[in-house]
């Protein structure tokens, strides 16, 4: 079942009401809605950004509740994810930083870039994303930018086409956190494979 942000509670809540035996949760804004909606159902969890900082769970080795998964943390890739970026446009002063407005697990990773972007001489722009009606948007307000890093979200995910599209007619170089982009089209990606996490 699909839902946009502000419809997550209500759609863990309609899952919980259908008596599922499992609900499976893709992506980190989905889990808190699902773990308020029930404290019996098993939750599994596929590639939400840390679920410790977000408190979805108490640890990874020992959850705690009734939510487990794979975790997505990979902020201290954003170091790594610049430098290529550098290596690949050079001469660039300014990059922005794609992320959805609603995803809790984004504090570290846009701190992980703030430190990032300092050391290489970088000035760090964050462009949030609400929802996909706001991406023409946002790649007008990249204009300028000389390169963009996208943070892994299933927003981002489940209009990756859209998205690699944006970014070619608009002729910034991405650097993405999931090789589906660079599948669809994209320039380049570097992290873990989330359908591995499948």
């Known amino acids: ?24 949760a893709s992506g980190t804004p989905p889990v808190p809605a699902a773990k308020n909606a029930t404290r019996t159902i098993p939750i599994v969890f596929v590639a939400a950004i840390d679920p410790i900082a977000t408190g ?3 640890s990874l080795a020992r959850p705690g509740g009734n939510v487990t998964g794979f975790a997505l ?17 050079p001469g660039f002063s ?6 959805h407005a609603l995803n809790p697990g984004n504090t570290e990773y846009l701190r992980q870039a703030e430190v990032a972007a300092q050391a290489l001489g ?61 599948d669809a089209g994209g320039l380049l990606a570097y992290g873990a494979d989330v359908a591995d996490h499948y």
């Open 122 to 182: 970088l000035q760090l722009q964050i462009v949030a994303i609400g929802d996909p009606g706001d991406f023409e948007g946002a790649f007008a307000e990249i204009r300028g930018a000389g390169a963009v890093l996208q943070l892994a979200d299933v927003l981002f995910t489940s209009h990756q086409k859209q998205l690699v599209e944006l970014a070619a007619r608009n002729r910034v170089p991405v650097m993405y956190g999931d090789k589906l982009f660079v």
């Open 94 to 99: 300014r990059v922005a930083v794609l992320c």
């Open 56 to 58: 979805v769970v108490a």
């Open 1 to 24: 079942m699909a839902a946009s942000a502000d419809q997550l509670p209500e759609a863990a809540a309609e899952l919980v009401g259908r008596n599922v035996d499992v609900i499976v």
């Open 73 to 89: 943390i990979e902020a201290d890739l954003m170091g790594k994810r610049l430098e290529i970026l550098k290596e690949i446009a």
